[in-house]
Protein backbone atom coordinates (compact mmCIF):
# COMPACT_ATOMS: atom_id res chain seq x y z
CA UNK A 1 0.00 0.00 0.00
CA UNK A 2 0.84 3.87 -0.25
CA UNK A 3 3.32 4.52 2.36
CA UNK A 4 4.40 7.55 4.17
CA UNK A 5 7.47 8.33 5.51
CA UNK A 6 8.09 11.59 7.99
CA UNK A 7 11.19 12.20 9.68
CA UNK A 8 12.16 12.93 12.16
CA UNK A 9 10.08 11.52 14.80
CA UNK A 10 11.08 13.41 17.54
CA UNK A 11 13.54 16.53 17.77
CA UNK A 12 14.42 18.31 20.49
CA UNK A 13 15.34 22.42 19.40
CA UNK A 14 16.25 25.62 21.56
CA UNK A 15 13.82 28.36 21.57
CA UNK A 16 15.06 30.55 18.55
CA UNK A 17 16.18 27.98 16.63
CA UNK A 18 14.88 26.18 13.51
CA UNK A 19 13.25 22.62 12.29
CA UNK A 20 12.95 21.08 9.24
CA UNK A 21 10.80 18.14 9.08
CA UNK A 22 10.20 16.41 6.00
CA UNK A 23 7.61 14.46 4.26
CA UNK A 24 8.08 11.60 1.80
CA UNK A 25 5.73 9.62 -0.36
CA UNK A 26 7.76 6.03 -1.03
CA UNK A 27 5.99 4.40 -3.60
CA UNK A 28 3.65 6.76 -4.95
CA UNK A 29 3.98 11.23 -6.67
CA UNK A 30 1.92 12.86 -4.74
CA UNK A 31 1.29 16.53 -6.11
CA UNK A 32 -0.44 17.73 -3.22
CA UNK A 33 0.52 16.91 0.85
CA UNK A 34 -0.94 18.09 3.43
CA UNK A 35 0.86 19.44 6.93
CA UNK A 36 -1.49 18.85 10.28
CA UNK A 37 -1.10 19.66 13.49
CA UNK A 38 -2.07 17.68 16.63
CA UNK A 39 -2.80 19.24 20.01
CA UNK A 40 -3.30 16.74 23.04
CA UNK A 41 -6.28 15.36 23.09
CA UNK A 42 -7.33 17.02 20.24
CA UNK A 43 -8.22 16.26 16.91
CA UNK A 44 -6.13 17.33 13.59
CA UNK A 45 -5.76 20.76 12.81
CA UNK A 46 -5.01 21.44 8.97
CA UNK A 47 -2.40 23.98 8.67
CA UNK A 48 -1.25 23.72 4.92
CA UNK A 49 -2.18 21.97 1.76
CA UNK A 50 1.42 21.63 0.32
CA UNK A 51 1.49 21.98 -3.85
CA UNK A 52 4.29 20.67 -6.11
CA UNK A 53 6.10 22.83 -8.07
CA UNK A 54 3.77 26.41 -6.43
CA UNK A 55 3.23 27.94 -3.19
CA UNK A 56 1.84 26.09 -0.51
CA UNK A 57 -1.78 27.01 0.27
CA UNK A 58 -2.07 28.17 4.55
CA UNK A 59 -5.03 27.76 6.54
CA UNK A 60 -6.32 30.91 8.42
CA UNK A 61 -4.54 32.22 11.32
CA UNK A 62 -1.30 29.41 9.79
CA UNK A 63 1.92 32.22 10.41
CA UNK A 64 3.34 31.45 6.41
CA UNK A 65 6.41 33.55 7.95
CA UNK A 66 6.75 30.81 10.40
CA UNK A 67 5.67 27.80 9.15
CA UNK A 68 7.54 27.44 5.73
CA UNK A 69 6.33 24.66 3.38
CA UNK A 70 8.23 23.55 -0.16
CA UNK A 71 7.35 21.24 -2.02
CA UNK A 72 10.27 21.10 -4.72
CA UNK A 73 9.51 17.88 -6.45
CA UNK A 74 6.66 14.98 -6.36
CA UNK A 75 7.51 12.74 -3.61
CA UNK A 76 9.13 15.04 -0.75
CA UNK A 77 7.43 18.53 0.79
CA UNK A 78 9.10 19.98 3.83
CA UNK A 79 7.78 22.09 7.27
CA UNK A 80 10.01 24.02 8.34
CA UNK A 81 9.41 25.85 11.63
CA UNK A 82 11.11 28.92 11.82
CA UNK A 83 12.47 30.62 15.13
CA UNK A 84 10.79 28.08 17.37
CA UNK A 85 9.38 29.06 20.37
CA UNK A 86 7.59 26.54 23.22
CA UNK A 87 4.29 27.40 21.98
CA UNK A 88 5.01 25.41 18.72
CA UNK A 89 5.93 22.29 20.48
CA UNK A 90 3.23 20.08 19.19
CA UNK A 91 2.66 16.94 17.25
CA UNK A 92 2.92 17.45 13.41
CA UNK A 93 1.54 15.32 10.63
CA UNK A 94 1.52 14.87 6.85
CA UNK A 95 -0.30 13.40 4.28
CA UNK A 96 -0.29 12.71 1.21
CA UNK A 97 -2.86 10.83 -1.31
CA UNK A 98 -2.05 8.94 -4.73
CA UNK A 99 -4.93 10.19 -6.29
CA UNK A 100 -7.33 13.29 -6.26
CA UNK A 101 -9.98 11.36 -6.23
CA UNK A 102 -12.66 11.96 -3.22
CA UNK A 103 -12.56 8.35 -2.99
CA UNK A 104 -8.87 7.79 -2.21
CA UNK A 105 -7.63 7.54 1.40
CA UNK A 106 -4.87 9.97 2.45
CA UNK A 107 -1.97 8.06 3.92
CA UNK A 108 -0.32 9.93 6.58
CA UNK A 109 3.31 9.84 7.75
CA UNK A 110 3.80 8.76 11.69
CA UNK A 111 4.03 12.25 12.87
CA UNK A 112 6.83 14.34 14.32
CA UNK A 113 6.67 15.50 17.99
CA UNK A 114 8.10 18.45 18.46
CA UNK A 115 9.49 20.09 21.89
CA UNK A 116 11.07 23.72 22.20
CA UNK A 117 12.52 24.36 25.20
CA UNK B 1 -20.39 23.19 5.28
CA UNK B 2 -19.30 19.48 6.03
CA UNK B 3 -19.07 18.36 9.67
CA UNK B 4 -18.66 15.10 11.26
CA UNK B 5 -19.46 14.87 14.72
CA UNK B 6 -17.93 11.87 17.34
CA UNK B 7 -20.04 12.50 20.59
CA UNK B 8 -17.94 10.17 22.60
CA UNK B 9 -14.69 11.19 24.01
CA UNK B 10 -13.60 8.09 25.37
CA UNK B 11 -15.16 4.52 25.15
CA UNK B 12 -14.11 1.70 27.37
CA UNK B 13 -15.06 -1.99 26.08
CA UNK B 14 -13.91 -5.45 27.67
CA UNK B 15 -11.66 -7.13 26.01
CA UNK B 16 -14.22 -10.02 23.53
CA UNK B 17 -17.09 -7.69 23.97
CA UNK B 18 -18.32 -5.89 20.92
CA UNK B 19 -17.72 -2.37 20.59
CA UNK B 20 -19.15 0.54 18.73
CA UNK B 21 -17.53 3.94 18.16
CA UNK B 22 -19.82 6.73 17.12
CA UNK B 23 -19.69 9.17 14.22
CA UNK B 24 -22.64 11.26 12.76
CA UNK B 25 -21.97 13.53 9.36
CA UNK B 26 -23.39 16.31 7.72
CA UNK B 27 -22.91 16.90 4.12
CA UNK B 28 -24.32 18.53 0.66
CA UNK B 29 -24.23 15.68 -1.72
CA UNK B 30 -22.88 12.20 -1.68
CA UNK B 31 -20.64 11.49 1.63
CA UNK B 32 -17.07 9.84 1.14
CA UNK B 33 -16.62 8.61 4.70
CA UNK B 34 -13.21 7.08 6.42
CA UNK B 35 -12.17 6.21 9.50
CA UNK B 36 -8.78 6.00 10.60
CA UNK B 37 -7.18 4.70 13.89
CA UNK B 38 -4.18 6.46 15.78
CA UNK B 39 -1.90 5.07 17.92
CA UNK B 40 0.62 6.56 20.33
CA UNK B 41 3.02 9.27 18.70
CA UNK B 42 1.97 7.97 15.24
CA UNK B 43 0.41 9.24 12.54
CA UNK B 44 -3.01 7.96 11.36
CA UNK B 45 -3.87 4.68 9.75
CA UNK B 46 -6.68 3.88 7.19
CA UNK B 47 -9.28 1.48 8.17
CA UNK B 48 -12.03 1.39 6.24
CA UNK B 49 -13.99 3.79 3.63
CA UNK B 50 -17.94 4.05 2.43
CA UNK B 51 -18.10 5.56 -1.32
CA UNK B 52 -20.94 3.52 -2.50
CA UNK B 53 -22.57 0.37 -2.34
CA UNK B 54 -23.31 -2.03 0.54
CA UNK B 55 -24.17 -0.28 3.87
CA UNK B 56 -21.47 -2.37 5.99
CA UNK B 57 -18.54 -1.77 4.89
CA UNK B 58 -15.49 -4.02 6.28
CA UNK B 59 -12.27 -2.82 6.85
CA UNK B 60 -8.31 -3.71 8.45
CA UNK B 61 -8.11 -5.72 11.87
CA UNK B 62 -11.65 -6.98 11.84
CA UNK B 63 -13.52 -3.20 12.07
CA UNK B 64 -16.63 -2.90 10.10
CA UNK B 65 -18.84 0.42 9.58
CA UNK B 66 -22.04 0.93 8.37
CA UNK B 67 -23.48 3.58 7.15
CA UNK B 68 -27.44 4.99 7.47
CA UNK B 69 -27.95 7.51 5.41
CA UNK B 70 -31.48 8.33 7.22
CA UNK B 71 -29.33 9.11 10.54
CA UNK B 72 -26.82 10.56 9.03
CA UNK B 73 -24.46 7.90 10.96
CA UNK B 74 -21.44 6.11 9.84
CA UNK B 75 -20.41 3.92 13.23
CA UNK B 76 -17.26 2.27 13.41
CA UNK B 77 -18.07 -1.07 14.89
CA UNK B 78 -16.10 -4.63 16.17
CA UNK B 79 -17.38 -7.94 16.67
CA UNK B 80 -15.14 -8.78 19.59
CA UNK B 81 -12.68 -6.20 20.88
CA UNK B 82 -9.06 -6.50 21.54
CA UNK B 83 -6.47 -5.08 24.26
CA UNK B 84 -4.34 -4.32 21.21
CA UNK B 85 -7.63 -1.98 19.31
CA UNK B 86 -7.45 0.26 22.19
CA UNK B 87 -6.29 3.57 20.52
CA UNK B 88 -7.93 6.46 19.18
CA UNK B 89 -10.34 6.72 16.62
CA UNK B 90 -10.94 9.71 14.06
CA UNK B 91 -14.03 9.60 11.07
CA UNK B 92 -13.54 11.72 8.55
CA UNK B 93 -15.62 12.95 5.38
CA UNK B 94 -13.94 13.85 2.41
CA UNK B 95 -15.88 16.59 0.20
CA UNK B 96 -13.55 17.13 -2.28
CA UNK B 97 -9.51 16.37 -2.30
CA UNK B 98 -8.93 19.35 -0.52
CA UNK B 99 -11.71 19.28 1.90
CA UNK B 100 -10.99 16.72 4.63
CA UNK B 101 -12.86 17.28 7.77
CA UNK B 102 -12.01 15.26 10.95
CA UNK B 103 -13.88 14.54 14.08
CA UNK B 104 -12.35 15.32 17.38
CA UNK B 105 -11.36 11.72 17.83
CA UNK B 106 -12.67 9.06 20.29
CA UNK B 107 -10.60 6.89 22.62
CA UNK B 108 -10.71 3.24 22.79
CA UNK B 109 -10.07 1.52 25.89
CA UNK B 110 -10.13 -2.08 25.74
CA UNK B 111 -10.01 -3.32 29.64
CA UNK B 112 -8.35 -7.28 29.99
Known amino acids: GAVVSQHPSRVICKSGTSVKIECRSLDFQATTMFWYRQFPKQSLMLMAT?????????EQGVEKDKFLINHASLTLSTLTVTSAHPEDSSFYIC?????????????FGNGTRLTVT | AQSVAQPEDQVNVAEGNPLTVKCTYSVSGNPYLFWYVQYPNRGLQFLLKYITGDNLVKGSYGFEAEFNKSQTSFHLKKPSALVSDSALYFCAVFGGYQKVTFGTGTKLQVIP
Open chain 1, 50 to 58: SNEGSKATY
Open chain 1, 95 to 107: SASWSQGEDSPLH
